[in-house]
């Protein structure tokens, strides 16, 4: 009974120190965590989603690897103007995946 006790002690006591360090990890941030300055209207320039699905596509291409740059990753989107919004559609994403890069490098 006693061996019982004290193998379960030991076993709490190394199980411990390991829990905490996983607790500790930072987190990823989702890729559209980067892109929330995108509009989710679409555009009338006939484009494939809107100009935040693009982003988040974009995000997701960086962090798999398949694209290097934030400008290559951004490279689909419209270079136009959105009314009542600051900068293009690519530019918004390209800021975001600035962001993306600099998260990464923490």
């Known amino acids: 009974m006693t061996t019982i006790l004290v193998a379960l002690v030991l076993l709490s006591l ?15 941030k989702a890729p559209g965590y980067f892109c929330q300055g995108e509009s989710k209207k679409h555009t009338p320039h006939g ?24 400008k290559e990753a951004c ?14 559609p690519f530019s918004i994403c390209v800021q975001a995946g600035k962001k993306l890069m600099a998260s990464q490098q923490h």
């Open 47 to 70: 484009d494939k989603g809107t100009p935040f699905s693009q982003c988040v596509t974009a995000m997701a291409k960086m962090e798999k690897g398949t694209a290097t740059s934030p």
């Open 14 to 28: 190394m199980t411990g120190p390991a829990m905490a360090q996983q607790a500790k990890a930072p987190q990823a």
């Open 75 to 88: 490279a689909g989107m419209s270079k136009k103007h959105v009314k009542g919004q600051k900068g293009t």
